[in-house]
């Protein structure tokens, strides 16, 4: 029972690149969500998802793309970095609605140049 | 949309003493308030949390005290010990609701 995996751990894209940050979980949950922290600005939602098949913006999405690809994996994409995006970037994933508890993933360190 | 404000953004206590970090929320309709810790280069876990039908909840050293009617909530660690150094966040949301929004956290350093 691996919890929550992220992949990659660390990247390093030039400006203009894209990339996609995959994320999986094996504890059977229904919701999945992205968050980036930056120093002094915390854990900002990116986008999550209530349910295979459904996702909603969170408090910064732009920039981002997301896919549900079915009830284990919640996939960020970058289609087009750029450094304001330099973040470590969380997965994480919560059994609602009968657990509110947050699993979190070990964190994708990207860096653009 | 919920807002959640966090104090101090740092706070230092000598080893021993007491800690106490706020939040207020935005949403009177928030009916559930974790507290997680994240320790240098670690993910963020769940530490404790509170439903808004209790006023306070303890777990050994770590207590959180929620006021409904001004929506604040704060989170209490006594007997502060050097492994309690870590960035603290609080969250407020409503049960079955999955959007969760975090405060920008609070850095506790355990001093000497």
């Known amino acids: 029972n691996a919890g929550v995996t992220q992949t990659p751990k660390f990247q390093v894209l030039k400006t203009g690149q894209s990339m996609t940050l995959q994320c999986a979980q094996d504890m059977n949950h229904n919701s999945m969500y992205w968050y980036r922290q930056d120093p002094g600005m915390g854990l900002r939602l990116i986008y999550y998802?209530?349910?295979?098949?459904?996702?909603d913006k969170g408090e910064v999405p732009n920039g981002y793309n997301v896919s549900r690809l079915n009830k284990r994996e919640f996939s960020l994409r970058l289609e087009s970095a750029a450094p304001s995006q330099t973040s470590v970037y969380f997965c994480?994933?919560?059994?609602?609605?009968?657990?509110?508890?947050?699993?979190f993933g070990a964190g994708t360190r990207l860096s653009v140049l | 949309g919920e807002n959640v404000e966090q104090h101090p953004s740092t706070l230092s206590v000598q080893e021993g003493d007491s800690a106490v970090i706020k939040c207020t929320y935005s949403d009177s309709a928030s009916n559930y308030f974790p507290w997680y810790k994240q320790e240098l280069g670690k993910r963020p876990q769940l530490i404790i949390d509170?439903?808004?039908?209790?006023g306070e909840k303890k777990d050994q050293r770590i207590a959180v005290t929620l006021n409904k009617t001004a929506k604040h909530f704060s989170l209490h660690i006594t007997e502060t010990q050097p492994e309690d150094s870590a960035v603290y966040f609080c969250?407020?949301?409503?049960?079955?609701?999955?959007?969760?929004?975090f405060g920008k956290g609070t850095r506790l350093h355990i001093l000497p």
């Open positions: 994480a994933s919560r059994d609602s609605p009968t657990q509110n508890i947050q699993y």
């Open positions: 969250a407020a949301t409503r049960l079955r609701d999955d959007k969760i929004i």
């Open positions: 509170i439903r808004s039908n209790v």
């Open positions: 998802s209530a349910s295979e098949g459904t996702t």
